[in-house]
């Protein structure tokens, strides 16, 4: 079963989306995806889903890691985190 993390990131300066995807590691595991969406011009959110909450697991540790340095780097805090199975994925 797929797996997703969702969370809030608040930006201390304004977000410069042509910077963003730039930073995401590309050490995503395989069959992973990454959506970012802007709330306002200080916030942002992201998606992510995962194809199993093992492979989740499994990547856990490189994404705290990744976190921590993103924080620093970009002074951002993390709001809100939300993390569990997807039991709907209607696509159209």
Known sequence: MKYAVM???KHTNAIDWNGMESEIGDD????????WFAIDDHNHGSFCTYPS????EDF?????SYRKD????LDIEMRMEAVGPIHVDVRN
Request: aromatic share 8%; charged share 15%; net charge negative.
């Open 28 to 35: 995503m595991p395989e069959g992973s995806t990454v959506q």
């Open 53 to 56: 909450q093992e492979v989740y």
């Open 7 to 9: 969370t809030t990131w």
């Open 70 to 73: 993103q924080v620093e780097t």
């Open 60 to 64: 856990k540790a490189t994404l705290a």
